[in-house]
């Protein structure tokens, strides 16, 4: 009785084992997976500003004026 319970613990002390790098291999993709998410809603972030940018530029006509003399000019 004694050596089928102490063989049945390390069993269980394998397959808790394999449970726990499984899970890791898991957090692993999904930190991954989430880094980029983040990744790519930093860059919509960065877009969405310089069309912003663009926009303010475009809509104000001496802003226009002064920014284009500052690119035609070297």
Request: proline share 0%; net charge negative.
């Amino acid at each position: 009785m004694k050596s089928k319970l102490s063989d049945l613990a390390s069993i269980a002390e394998i397959t808790g084992a394999f449970a726990v790098v499984i899970s890791l291999i898991y957090v692993g993709i999904q930190v991954n997976d989430s880094a980029g998410a983040v990744r790519s809603a930093a860059a919509n972030d960065a877009n969405v500003a310089l069309q912003n940018w663009y926009l303010q530029i475009g809509l104000d006509q001496q802003t226009s004026e002064l920014v284009y003399e500052a690119l035609v000019s070297e």
